[in-house]
């Protein structure tokens, strides 16, 4: 995930949606979830083990067991006044613990996407750990979230996992299971991959996951496809859906593999908070860059989906006038962190931004 223009976008957000229709803020604690692993995993589930099968197995998709859990918005907005589109969004969750249960030698800390050929053997991972990584949910077999019967709805029904991780192709613009990626060969594209503060350091001098650290997933909404594949079925259900994933490798029933890999908490276990979420919707346009920050020959902050000369202009009058919202780096650098003061490198990040246009 570009965390980049991750933080740019939330110093220049409030100058690119103050004049649009006002955008709401929304939280909520998960409605629905379940361990995804069959035969054993359901909505009882007080623990969420996320781990892969061994890679090859053609028996068993790579993504064995995986969360799924679901957002219910239905109380909070109007659906009437959509269609909505999706500014941000943010789910946290929590790591209950690892499958070491050890509080020296838990989950290792890995926040960057590993390309399939890592796991595939073609090429080694350079560093420790498996990310865990956050997907847009599928439903099969007729499903939606408001049909889904956290308690009654088995995990896998008529030759199909009821609910599955999936991104966008990138030939015909369509969901994609990625539950089975590595023996498909191809990447896959996760909404977010999981950070967290909540770290220790572990034997090997390496970063590891504390037993009931916050997982924040901030999800990449650059992909006008999986944006509009979440807003479809927020504006269809008042829903949004998600399955948290990874690659982390265990054996038979999950007992014992050569990784240590993550357990997360569900709506079921003691001691955690639940899985939440926060959105950021609008009825007006969305931004297609950071750089995009005004409506065609104006300079209001309103985004457009173009990046031209009157979003330039804005931001120049902002930077001119020493304004906060013009405050996207460090002194020197050009990484998209405020330093509470603002002089040319942030001028100069934005005009690379401002160059490169929208993708």
């Given at each position: ?65 995986y969360y799924y ?27 209950l613990n690892s ?219 902002l930077w001119s ?39």
């Amino acid at each position: 995930m570009n965390r980049t223009l991750a933080r740019i976008s939330m110093f220049l957000g409030a100058a690119a949606t103050t004049a649009a229709a006002q955008p709401g803020v929304y939280s909520a604690s998960a409605e629905k979830d379940a361990w995804t692993y069959p035969p054993v995993g359901s909505g009882f589930s007080q623990v969420a083990p996320v781990f892969g099968s061994p890679i090859g197995v053609p028996a068993d998709p790579d993504r064995l067991g995986y969360y799924y859990v679901a957002f219910d918005l239905n109380s909070q907005i109007d659906l009437s006044q959509g269609p909505y589109d999706i500014a941000s969004i943010t789910v946290t969750a929590y790591l209950l613990n690892s499958s070491t249960f050890s509080g020296t030698n838990g989950t290792f800390y890995d926040d960057s996407y590993d390309s399939f050929i890592t796991y595939d053997g073609t090429l080694t991972d350079t560093d420790p750990g498996r990310p865990i990584e956050l997907y847009a949910a599928m439903y099969n077999n007729g499903l939606s979230a408001l049909t889904w019967n956290e308690f009654l709805t088995p995990v896998f029904q008529n030759g199909l996992y009821n609910v599955e991780p999936v991104d966008i192709d990138p030939i015909t613009k369509m969901p994609r299971s990625v539950q089975s990626n590595v023996d498909d060969g191809f990447d896959a594209t996760p909404l977010a991959v999981a950070t967290t503060t909540d770290t220790y350091v572990g034997s090997g001098n390496t970063f590891r996951i504390a037993d009931g650290a916050e997982l924040t997933f901030s999800l990449d909404l650059t992909d006008p496809d999986l944006r509009q594949l979440l807003a479809d079925e927020l504006n269809a259900d008042g829903t949004l859906s998600f399955a948290i994933s990874s690659l982390h490798a265990a054996g038979f029933m999950g007992q014992v593999g050569d990784d240590i890999w993550p357990r997360l908490g569900t709506r079921e276990s003691f001691g955690l908070p639940d899985p939440s979420i926060e959105v950021v919707l609008t009825t007006g346009p969305v931004a297609c860059s950071p750089a995009d920050v005004t409506s065609t020959g104006t300079a209001n902050g309103v985004p457009d989906g173009t990046v031209d000369l009157s979003d330039f202009s804005f931001y120049l009058s902002l930077w001119s006038a020493g304004d906060a919202q013009a405050d996207v780096t460090t002194t020197g650098t050009a990484d998209g962190v405020p330093d509470g003061s603002v002089d040319l490198s942030d001028f100069s990040f934005y005009l690379s931004l401002w160059s490169a246009g929208c993708p």
